[in-house]
Every structure is written in structure tokens, then in C-alpha cells.
């Protein structure tokens, strides 16, 4: 099996999880966790544009690239820990808020659409962009961030939104931008 240009770079992303966390655990420098950071960021933008200039964005490529955004991620912040043990010291409720509301939303889409959402929002790529600055600039000093905080509550307002529209939509589709574009879909299909 051959795999396209944007399920190479998923692929990539996927590998750099575990790396990051096994360099964190044997005490690789930050400037280094900090590029594999930068790197798994960078094939996280290029996918998506390589794979509609391809012609080539399927729900499965989509949801491929949300769930391995959501390991690399997660992989990411358990570096983190490992590496700046004190990181979350002053950020324990935004990141508990944020895994109980990714798991909620993620409860409710599979009971709804058999499935989960895979909606590439305007502020999930802001979202993105935040935490990779935040994680990087923690790497590479080595201290907790009051950005990480806000990286994190940013997380929990994306995901709020990430769940208000799948409650507004009657069905599943890739590719939302925002809420209001869900409500205008959800208006247009019942109209």
C-alpha cells in the first residue's frame, strides 16, 4: 500500500508522539524537543494543503488528522511534564476542564454519528498555533508559562465550541469552520 503526500506527513506527525516522549524521558534539550515540536506542527498545516491542492481531502484523511493531532498532542504535554515537571503547576483546572470536555464532546459525537467529529475549526488552527508557541517556549526555558495556562483554556473554549456544533448539526460532516457556520447549515437543511 502506498500512502499519499498528506498520510505521509499524518504518518510523520503520529511517529513524532512517542519520539518526543521517549526524548523528554531520557533528557534530551529542549531546543530539540522544541523541533520535533516544530516539525509534527509544520506536517500538521502542510497535509491539509497538500491534500486539497491533490484534490484528495476525504472524511478519512480529515479524521486520520484529528485523531493523530489529538495523540501527538497529548504526547506532546506528557513530554512537558516529563521535562518541566512544574509546567502544569498552575494550570491543573484548565487542563482538567479540557480533558473532561474532550471526552464528553467525544461521548456524544459517537453516540449521535457513530463516529468522531473531524471539524478542522478556524479556532482549532488558532488553537494550535497557541500551543505550539506555548509548549515550545517551555521547552526551551525549561519553566511553566502563564501561556500554557492560556493555551489551555483556549483548548476548552475550542472544544465547548467543537460540541456546540455537534449538537446543531443533524448529521456528520467534516470541515466546519465555526459554529455559525454549523447553525447556517443546520438553518438551510431544515428550511
Request: glycine fraction near 8%; aromatic fraction near 10%; include cysteine.
Amino acid at each position: 500500500m502506498v500512502l499519499s503526500p498528506p498520510e505521509l506527513l499524518i504518518a510523520f506527525r503520529a511517529g513524532c508522539a512517542p519520539l518526543i516522549f521517549v526524548l523528554a524521558c531520557f533528557g534530551f534539550p529542549g531546543p530539540l524537543l522544541a523541533a520535533v515540536l516544530g516539525a509534527a506542527f509544520l506536517s500538521d498545516v502542510f497535509d491539509g494543503v497538500i491534500a486539497r491542492r491533490l484534490g484528495i481531502a476525504t472524511a478519512g484523511i480529515r479524521r486520520a488528522d484529528t485523531l493523530v493531532d489529538t495523540f501527538f498532542y497529548v504526547a506532546a504535554g506528557a513530554a512537558l511534564k516529563v521535562a518541566v515537571p512544574a509546567a502544569f503547576d498552575n494550570a491543573e483546572l484548565p487542563l482538567m476542564l479540557l480533558m473532561i470536555v474532550h471526552v464528553s464532546r467525544g461521548t456524544f459525537e459517537l453516540s449521535k454519528y457513530g463516529r468522531l467529529s473531524s471539524y478542522h475549526m478556524w479556532s482549532s488552527k488558532m488553537l494550535g498555533v497557541l500551543l505550539v508557541v506555548a509548549l515550545a517556549q517551555a521547552f526551551m526555558t525549561g519553566e511553566p508559562s502563564a501561556l500554557l495556562s492560556l493555551a489551555l483554556w483556549f483548548g476548552v473554549a475550542n472544544e465547548i465550541e467543537g460540541f456546540a456544533i455537534s449538537t446543531v448539526l443533524p448529521s456528520w460532516r467534516p470541515d466546519v469552520p465555526s459554529i455559525l457556520h454549523a447553525r447556517h447549515d443546520a438553518a438551510r437543511r431544515t428550511a
